[in-house]
């Protein structure tokens, strides 16, 4: 009875090592598995646009994905951001991932995560009344570091997945990114050295890599802004687009208006930025709606 009491104890404390992850609540959002690892169902939360019909639409998406240094974090993080894009006319995906608070997990696992959900996004874009090949992936800190891996490093998948449908994502937009990984400076290096340089982006740049649009505060202490402004440097010299847009003075989270960390002008710019960013690519049409960005900055939207 003894030994039986004890292994019991040991299961239960074990599984409470992984506690499941809540659902959020996101108004007006379809939340789906896509993924189930470390024991836990990983839900995606999607945003269509306004009148969008899957049985004859074939919008263009993006999966955004949260920051929280690989630590912890929710996909609430960047709804303003995919608020707005959705509004706009694309089909927006915010995905949860594993992260070492809930589940244990490396920030290698975090890649896996973001690549597994760029791809199940593509095998199911039909359904869900998406172009297959305008995928975009964006995300903030730890969350852009997950889209530019997906995006730019080669393996990393989750084992046993489809590997022939594709998980790169078609652009990316990050927010305050940790792509540079290395041991001279970059973020993370002690957590992800077992991989390096595979996981790192700014190690991987080659010329199929897909256009970039990278949003920094001056002030950054996780992120110097000559590691953004060399990741920009080799990208145009392989002929890809890349944007970079600098921020002066400014934090890290400057943009992060779902927290209360951000600032309301660089919220609007930032998503601006990136409206014409996206537009330029063929994912947008029409002009950009800087009143529907107001009203989501005041908290208005209804």
């Known amino acids: 009875m003894l030994k039986t009491s004890l292994l019991a104890l040991i299961a239960l404390s074990a599984t409470s090592l992984h506690a499941e992850t809540e659902p959020v609540e996101i108004k007006d959002a379809t939340s789906e598995v896509y993924k189930t690892a470390s024991g836990d169902d990983l839900l995606i939360y999607r945003l269509d646009p306004p009148g969008h019909d899957p049985k004859t639409d074939k919008a263009p998406a993006i999966v955004l994905f949260f920051g929280g240094g690989w630590n912890s974090g929710a996909p609430t993080h960047l709804e303003p951001q995919g608020r707005y894009l959705a509004q706009r006319g694309m089909v927006v995906f915010l995905a949860d991932y594993r992260v070492k608070n809930r589940q244990g997990t490396t920030p290698r696992e975090c890649v ?24 975009a992936a964006g995300g903030g800190s730890a969350g852009g570091h ?28 990050l927010f305050n990114p940790v792509y ?13 050295e077992e991989w390096f340089p595979a996981i790192s ?27 953004a402004e060399a990741f920009q440097t080799e990208q145009k010299a392989l002929g890809i687009e890349s944007e970079l847009f600098l921020y002066a003075g400014e934090p890290h989270g400057f943009f992060n208006l779902s927290i209360g960390q951000g600032k309301k002008e660089h919220f609007i710019h930032s998503v601006l930025k990136t409206d014409a960013f996206l537009t330029s ?11 529907f960005l107001e009203q989501i900055a005041e908290g208005k939207v209804p």
Do not use: Q
């Open 180 to 192: 540079h990984n290395g041991p001279d400076g970059g973020y993370g290096y002690s957590r992800i």
């Open 281 to 291: 690519l063929g994912y947008l049409e029409g002009e950009p709606d800087p009143d």
């Open 146 to 173: 997950v889209a530019a891996a997906a995006g730019m490093c080669d393996g990393l998948d989750e084992p046993g997945e489809d590997t022939t449908v594709s998980a790169k994502p078609n652009a990316l937009v």
């Open 112 to 135: 896996a995560d973001g690549k597994s959900a760029i791809r199940w996004v593509r095998e199911n874009a039909a359904r869900f009344g998406v172009d297959p090949d305008r995928i």
């Open 201 to 227: 982006p700014a190690h991987n740049i080659t010329k199929d890599d897909p256009p970039a649009i990278v949003f920094l505060g001056t002030k950054d202490k996780l992120i110097p802004v000559a590691h």
